[in-house]
């Protein structure tokens, strides 16, 4: 399946050395290949692997390779500077793509020795615009409606590997046996990287609790209490769930942003997929009670409007950024876009309630810029109600940026 940054990033590769981060098996090496297939000769080194590793090490890599495929190089140490010296060095029109996984994005904030010298995108799971646009069905011509894309992507995930398995029993069975080892090896082996093998059991009960508390603002003292922990390792943790793209923080708006990073966020998965799943929030016939049902929908809207947020700062150095609004006696609103130092957007998710949340009408008179969105999953009539537009979800999450 092509990928929605596929063309962009192959149009920046002629430009500079490009970054592409994300989530372990989100795609980067089928995106790598994909744009390989265009190029020839190329050449792909993983620094997984011992063979390659070697290549890397000495710079010994084909000279006439017209692409350069560098993956999960953040594992190398000291890979900064290293990488500094080879762009610097590299033939006038070798092309290299570098991919790695959320540790590399500190390039943003400390890649002094790399100013200017690359371009950086960040992959997301599929969203119902993705899916809409670049399925197996719309690539042959039958592209699904929105409606579809965003039941099958609340049903499967939005990883490819568990999206693409055939839409059948057999299909959902080996999804969820791929979601169960994919948690189970992220924990294993990926945490070990940041954290000591004492510490595996705590990080693995974090992670259930969390799938049972998204959506809702965290109290790091209350996890602490439950788990046995203190704060800071708590937080720490959070901190590592965050670095390994499994989990992403939703802070509160708020026009002072050292403040509202003080407030607590709220938490939500990548994988859709993840969010709760137990044996007692389903039916006899395996299926998912209504409330397990409203929370993965939204956490799937909070996954896409990350993913859209995100494309915007990548593709346009647009300064939009994703929140949500809460007062201290407790109105709130799921979500909120803003664009600059003004909110653009408020919204609010619902299972099939067409009423207008009643916490619009408490922020709408103090973020007059803002459009009021309520994004319905089942709804039978779109309507403007006290200026709220109450919509169904699924096209207006297939018109985001992607």
Known sequence: MKRYLDDLIAADLQRKLVFVTGARQVGKTTLSRQLQAAVTPSQYLNYDVSADRAVIERQSWAPDAKLLVLDELHKKAGWKPWLKGVIDGRPALQQQLVTGSARMDTFRQTGDSLAGRFLAWRLHPISVKEWCEHSPQAAAGQPPTSDAALTHLLNRGGFPEPCLLAPTPAGDKNAQRWRAQYADGLVREDVLEF??????????????????????????ASIGRDLGLSQPTVKRFIDIL??????????????????????????????????????????????????LQGL???????????????????????????????????????????????????????????????????????????????????????????????????????????
């Open 195 to 220: 954290s000591r093998i004492q510490e595996v059991g705590g990080m693995r009960v974090l992670l259930e609790l969390l799938r049972e508390r998204v959506g809702s603002p965290l109290s790091l």
């Open 242 to 291: 965050q670095a390994l793209y499994i989990v992403f923080t939703v802070q509160p708006w708020h026009h002072n942003i050292a403040r509202s990073l003080l407030q607590s966020p709220k938490v939500y998965f990548y994988d859709t997929g993840m969010v709760g799943g137990t044996a007692s929030q389903a039916a006899p016939n395996g299926a998912l009670d209504n409330a």
């Open 296 to 402: 993965r929908f939204e956490n799937a809207v909070a996954s896409m409007l990350l993913k859209h947020v995100e494309f915007l700062q990548d593709s346009e150095a647009a300064p939009v950024n994703l929140h949500y609004v809460r007062t201290k006696d407790g109105a709130e609103i799921d979500f909120a876009l803003s664009r600059g130092k003004v909110l653009t957007h408020l919204i609010e998710c619902k299972w099939t309630d067409d009423a207008p949340h009643r916490a619009f009408a408490r922020f709408m008179p103090m973020l007059p810029d803002a459009q009021a969105v309520q994004l319905v999953r089942h709804l039978r009539n779109p309507e403007l109600r006290h200026g709220v537009n109450v919509v169904p979800a699924a096209p207006w999450l297939a018109a985001l940026a992607a």
